[in-house]
C-alpha cells in the first residue's frame, strides 16, 4: 500500500464557494468543507467573523461581500489563533481586531510555528503566501463577554466564551436577534474536527453545552455546510460532540491498558470511519487529533507546539505505509 499523501498537502482541486444570505445583512461564504467565514452588517459598518489564510484569498472573499455592502470593517473578529484563519487579516483594513485572552498568548507564543506547520499541511488555501505581512495581533482581547452594538434597530452581537474548546481561546459570535450562531471551529458540520490544539474533555462537555444553549436557529460552523432549524443546528453539534466522545472512548482505552500510540490510531480510525471517514479532512486531522488526545491522557494539559517537523514525525508515524 502506497503512503498516503501529507495532511492536505495533495488536496488542490479549487473548492465552489457559495455566499449565503442568513439574515438582513448577515453572511457566510462556505466553501465545499474549506474554512468558512462571515460577516455582520452595523448601521453604518461591518464586522467581519474569520480572516482567510492569506490577504489574497480574504480579498476574493470581501469582493463577493462588496456585491451586497460597501460599508466598512470596523471589526474584525478572529474565532482562534489558527494561522489559515488570522493570516490574511491585513485585507479587511479593519479598525479594531478582536480575540480572546488566550488567542494572543497563543499568538505569542507559537504563532509563527503554526503558521509553518498549517502552510505545510494545507498549501492550497495558502493563495500568495508572500501576501502576508506577518503575524495577525488583536487590538482588544477580552475573558468572557463583549458585545457590540451594531446601531440602529440592527440589536446587538455577543462575542462569548464558551470554556476550552477546539482551542484555549475560542469565541463564538452570536445575534441574538437572528438567532444566528457564528460557533468558528467549536462546531463543524459535515467535516472532520480538528483536534490537534484541543482539549477533548472541556470541549465535548461543557463548551459544547454552552454552544446548544444558545438554541440557534442557524449555525455557521468552522467548515461545511449551515445547518438551518433547531434540529439541524443540534444535529451538528452532536455530531461534533460524538466525534469527540469516541475519541475519547477508544484513545483512552488503548492508553489504560498500556498500549501504544498506533493502536490507539488504528482503534480510533476504525471507529470513526464509518461515519465521519467521507468527510472533508478526516485523513489530515487524525493523527494530529489522537497525538494531542495520548498527550491529555498522559496529563500534558497545555498543548505541545505543532511544528513543520513535528507534523511529519506523526504522520509518518500513524499515516505511514
Ligand atoms: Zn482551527
Redesign the pocket.
Known sequence: MAAKPFASSADLAEKTETLEILADGVYALTAEGDPNVGAIEGEDFLVAFEARATPVAAREWLDRLREHTGKPVRYLVLS?Y?A??VLGASAFDADVIITHENTRKLIAERGKQDWDSEYGRMPRLFKEPQSIPGLTWPDVTFSDRLAIDLGGDRGELVLQYCGRG??AGDIVAWLPRQRVLFAG?LVEAQAAP?TGDAFHTDWSTGTLDRVKAFEAEVLVG?RGVVPRGRDAVDAAIEQTRNFLKVMLDKVGAVHARGGTLKEAFHATHEALAPQYGRWPIFEHCLPFDVQRLWDEFDGIDWPRIWTADRDREVWNQLQGA
Open positions: 482562534h489558527h489559515v484563519r477546539h482551542t471551529d480538528y468552522g
